[in-house]
């Protein structure tokens, strides 16, 4: 009789066996085991695809529609800022105001928050990150500083250089790499930002002659004299003290041009009376024009030498322009590795969060199988220790969603100084990225588009040039100085005859009484003076100038072999993210099977234990290791989605593949995101 129940016992379990088996083989056929359709095998609470929606939208559903392309941001002053310009001739004595930087969020925020819920779908998220991120809010100021250091340059002022570091830190990104993706960076800066540390060490970029400022300088001077001299002879002066008077005006006008060429005009005006009975006129009136250029041959001669300055501010702001498409691809980068992460927390948590409920009901259940004497009370406590296990790990991955959400927020906002907001939980709405074609482009192809694409790349190539070109200004600094010069200068004398003249006979002039009389003869040619002539000067073995020289020659060198190094570690990166990628799906395929097949075991257990073929205790073992085997596939799709986000940015297509215009992230206003 026995023997006959568990025939039909076990009859029982072989059909339901191949039942559960053909309906999962046939389940695993219509849900092929691709990255894209693991991701809807998360949790029950994790928002499901449209395909799956009812009729009636859910709030994630109503988020995902107010936050696509057409939706509303609001108005945000974009970021615009630039050196001013003015008729006014005052205004160039007068300080420029930059207005205070704008510290609050985008409206943007707003719009996506429902329920006390913050619904982000990856493209909110960067667009937030475009208007929000202080890391690009920060760069944008080297845009204009890159303008005001060209304007600099054009007035003949050394170039001050700008900083093309790229930011990582002020977003909310953790240093210890959560959230940093795969070490995204910015170019080697192999020549204008090369340079020594801490001051200790100078690069010889830039060296070169003096170069006088183009900007015209005009001088004014007046003064008022009074002067006793004691006499040691009357007889010269016929008084024992001499005492003069003098009022003088001095002005000059001075200019430097690119070619080297330098062009003084001087005037100088000047009234004079002394006590002496020897002067014939008395007070005296004296004018004199000087005009004089100077043109260099050799050292401080041509147009590279002396706009050279001009030529590296110009090659800096394309440096700069390059530098901050290298930001915006490195911030974006981040943001995606960080809403990756976010994506996996969430439905880990969720994951965890089923696997206790289905513990605590099994639990539950087998207390009142104990009530009945139905199991030993052994079951309840492995039961009573399995709740408590699975309640320390929804515990860690509450602990590590929440902390995913603050660096989602910290990396998307200006400021989090709401206490609704620092709280507010996060709903991903985007369970895997858009497909990447660069995931299957043959190297070749990736290498190429690298070299193309990449800013760091464009960056190395404009510092060679100006590597280069610095050469040429230095080695004419190793010439003699000569130069020619040409002075004209005018005298004009006037005065009234002295009264108190004693000279006799000799009391006579004829120069003019006024001043404009002296002026007149200044300028009229009676009494010039004129002259021509060159200057030569030889720094003998001129060590300084050829130690410069030659250092200039070693450091470019050096450069040569940091760009070529550049290169190389291109290559290596494109390489080793395609590798990344081809690893991480890898990794995808696997833990989908594991995955599938941990459902299938614990399927088939829940089966047997209904027909009393396994215990409680079995099926929740077999929901443990289907809850380990979904979380290694959550974690596994974050790589892959992760390895994508990073072979886009080896190949510098990031922004290209994301739809983001550069035009948005140097305004700070995202006007239209990537359906």
């Known amino acids: 009789m026995r023997a006959s129940k568990l025939a039909s016992v076990s009859e029982k379990i072989i059909a339901a066996t191949m039942c559960v088996a053909l309906n999962s083989a046939s389940w695993a056929q219509a849900a092929a085991p691709t990255p894209q359709a693991a991701a809807q095998q998360t949790a029950p609470d994790a928002p499901a695809p449209a395909a799956a929606q009812s009729e009636t939208p859910s709030i994630a559903q109503q988020a995902k529609s107010v936050s696509g392309p057409s939706a509303m941001t609001g108005s945000i002053p974009p970021f615009h800022v630039e050196l001013p310009h003015s008729r006014n001739p005052f205004d160039a004595y007068r300080p420029s105001i930059v207005p205070p930087a704008n510290l609050d969020n985008s409206p943007r925020l707003q719009t996506l928050i429902r329920d006390g819920k913050l619904y982000l779908s990856l493209n909110d998220a960067l667009a937030l990150a475009l208007e929000n991120n202080l890391d690009l809010a920060y760069f944008r100021y080297n845009l204009p500083i890159a303008d005001t250091d060209l304007a600099r340059t054009k007035a003949g002022g050394a170039s001050n250089g700008v900083n093309s570091g790229i930011q990582g830190s002020q977003g909310g990104f953790s240093s210890s790499g959560q959230g940093s993706g795969n070490g995204t960076g910015g170019g080697a800066g192999t020549g204008a930002t090369a340079g020594g540390a801490g001051g200790l060490v100078t690069s010889t970029l830039g060296n070169g002659t003096a170069i006088i400022p183009f900007d015209p300088q005009f001088y004014l001077q007046g003064f008022v004299d009074h002067t006793t001299t004691p006499v040691a002879n009357p007889v010269l002066y016929g008084v024992p003290l001499l005492r003069t008077n003098t009022i003088e005006g001095i002005s000059q006008y001075t200019q430097a041009f690119p070619l080297g060429t330098n062009l003084s005009a001087s005037f100088v005006g000047e009234r004079q009376a002394a006590n002496s009975p020897f002067n014939v006129i008395n007070p005296s009136l004296f004018s004199q024009f000087n005009f004089t250029i100077n043109q260099p041959l050799l050292a401080g001669f041509g147009l590279a030498t002396n706009e050279r300055f001009i030529h590296i501010a110009q090659k800096n702001r394309q440096v700069i322009d390059l530098a901050f498409r290298q930001q915006v691809i490195t911030t974006v980068s981040l943001v995606e590795d960080i809403y990756w992460d976010l994506v996996s927390a969430y439905n880990d948590e969720q994951v965890k969060d089923r696997s206790l409920q289905f513990a605590q009901k099994t639990l539950d259940d087998d207390r009142k199988q104990l009530e009945l004497q139905a199991i030993p009370a052994l079951q309840v406590m492995k039961d009573e220790s399995d709740v408590a296990t699975r309640e320390g790990d929804l515990t860690v991955a509450k602990a590590t969603l929440r902390l995913n959400e603050l660096l989602i927020k910290n990396a998307l906002t200006k400021t989090i100084d709401d206490p609704a907001l620092e709280e507010m939980p996060v709903v991903p709405l985007d369970q895997h990225g858009p497909p ?68 006799g006979t000799e009391c006579t002039s004829t120069v003019p009484n006024n001043f404009g009389g002296a002026l007149q003869n200044t300028f009229n040619y009676s009494a010039p003076e004129y002259q021509v002539g060159f200057k030569l000067l030889l720094t003998l073995r001129n060590r300084i100038a050829k130690a410069d020289q030659f250092r200039a020659e070693l450091e470019y060198r050096q450069r040569e072999l940091s760009y070529a190094g550049q290169k190389k570690n291109i290559r290596f990166e494109v390489r080793n993210s395609q590798f990344a990628v081809e690893q991480a799906q890898a990794r995808v395929e696997a833990a989908q099977k594991a995955s599938d097949l941990a459902q299938k075991t614990f399927d088939i257990t829940k089966q047997e234990q209904q027909l009393g073929a396994k215990s409680s205790y079995d099926t929740l073992s077999a929901d443990h290791d289907l809850a380990v085997a979904q979380s290694a596939l959550l974690a596994a799709q974050a790589l892959f989605e992760k390895a994508k986000v990073d072979i886009d940015r080896a190949t510098g297509e990031t922004l290209d593949r994301m739809g983001i215009a550069i035009d948005d992230a140097k305004t700070g206003v995202v006007s239209q995101l990537r359906p």
């Not at 482009?441 to 070299?451: G, S, V, Y």
């Not at 600094?477 to 003249?501: I, K």
Request: glycine share 6%; proline share 6%; with cysteine.
């Open 436 to 503: 990447d074609a660069n995931a299957t482009k043959p190297i070749d192809q990736l290498l190429a588009e690298a070299e193309k694409n990449r800013p760091d790349v464009s960056e190395d190539e404009i510092s060679m040039q100006i590597a280069q070109n610095n050469l040429k200004a230095i080695k004419n600094e190793l010439l003699p100085s000569l130069s020619v010069y040409g002075q004209y200068v005018g005298y004009g004398l006037a005065g009234l005859l002295n009264p108190f003249c004693d000279l």
